[in-house]
């Protein structure tokens, strides 16, 4: 509810009432940053499957009445919480608007990979969830556009150089391939079927032979650069 004050009210009663929004303001976020975090954390401490809004709120000190306030459910809860966490730690206020380079490109896997290793059981948490059948279709697309957030507009221009103009389902197919590629490759390597420690490399040559591979001309400098990460394996 927005306070208001009313008219020929003290300035006394009005300058309490403006701090008693500000208060208010302060403190939803405040309890907003902890079901954040609580549910981070829970995920990464038991997985998807046991994160739950009973679990979130008695972790994050907050009534369950009051967590519905923020989020109408688990599913909404889970996804903002997994998108806040990859703005803050991957793009981090760097090319936000995405890679338009393959410099950029390279550079955010880089990032990626960091990000990885770092949070390395949160991560081994959300990757294998990514091709399971029952996964949620709101958490599925923010894992998919997360994948995909690598690699355009970078994707766009490759297409656009070549004079390529794919379907929309055509693109989807595309995207999916990436998304599908990104997701594969870093499971295996906290599964631990590809050298972590080369985590980065792996994700840099799977995502150029996959972009590569739709484009008939691919543009010289990705060959180039993909056929200089593969003679380093």
């Given at each position: 509810?927005?306070?208001?004050?009313?008219?020929?009210?003290?300035?006394?009663?009005?300058?309490?009432?403006?701090?008693?929004?500000?208060?208010?303001?302060?403190?939803?976020?405040?309890?907003?940053?902890?079901?954040i975090?609580?549910?981070?954390?829970?995920?990464?401490?038991n997985?998807?499957?046991?994160?739950?809004?009973?679990?979130?709120?008695?972790?994050?000190?907050?009534?369950?009445?009051?967590?519905?306030?923020?989020?109408?459910?688990?599913?909404?809860?889970?996804?903002?919480?997994?998108?806040?966490?990859?703005?803050?730690?991957?793009?981090?206020?760097?090319?936000?608007?995405?890679?338009?380079?393959?410099?950029?490109?390279?550079?955010?896997?880089?990032?990626?990979?960091?990000?990885?290793?770092?949070?390395?059981?949160?991560?081994?948490?959300?990757?294998?969830?990514?091709?399971?059948?029952?996964?949620?279709?709101?958490?599925?697309?923010?894992?998919?556009?997360?994948?995909?957030?690598?690699?355009?507009?970078?994707?766009?221009?490759?297409?656009?150089?070549?004079?390529?103009r794919?379907?929309?389902?055509?693109?989807?197919?595309?995207?999916?391939?990436?998304?599908?590629?990104?997701?594969?490759?870093?499971?295996?390597?906290?599964?631990?079927?590809?050298?972590?420690?080369?985590?980065?490399?792996?994700?840099?040559?799977?995502?150029?032979?996959?972009?590569?591979?739709?484009?008939?001309?691919?543009?010289?400098?990705?060959?180039?650069?993909?056929?200089?990460?593969?003679?380093?394996?």
């Amino acid at each position: 509810m927005r306070a208001t004050t009313r008219r020929g009210s003290a300035d006394g009663e009005t300058e309490a009432l403006g701090k008693q929004r500000a208060y208010n303001s302060q403190s939803m976020t405040e309890r907003r940053s902890r079901i954040i975090a609580a549910t981070l954390a829970t995920i990464e401490e038991n997985g998807l499957a046991k994160t739950t809004i009973r679990t979130v709120s008695k972790r994050a000190g907050v009534a369950l009445r009051t967590l519905y306030l923020y989020f109408d459910n688990r599913e909404a809860m889970i996804s903002v919480a997994i998108k806040e966490f990859f703005h803050q730690s991957v793009e981090a206020g760097k090319d936000e608007d995405g890679p338009a380079t393959l410099d950029q490109m390279l550079e955010r896997f880089d990032r990626l990979s960091d990000v990885i290793k770092n949070s390395r059981a949160y991560s081994a948490a959300l990757a294998p969830i990514y091709f399971s059948t029952n996964l949620d279709s709101r958490i599925y697309d923010i894992l998919r556009n997360i994948a995909l957030s690598h690699v355009f507009p970078y994707l766009d221009i490759c297409l656009k150089s070549a004079r390529m103009r794919p379907s929309a389902q055509m693109k989807d197919l595309i995207c999916t391939h990436i998304a599908n590629t990104e997701y594969a490759v870093i499971n295996d390597a906290l599964a631990g079927r590809l050298p972590e420690a080369r985590l980065a490399l792996c994700l840099k040559i799977a995502v150029l032979s996959c972009i590569a591979g739709f484009i008939p001309k691919p543009p010289k400098d990705l060959v180039t650069t993909l056929q200089e990460l593969q003679s380093t394996l």
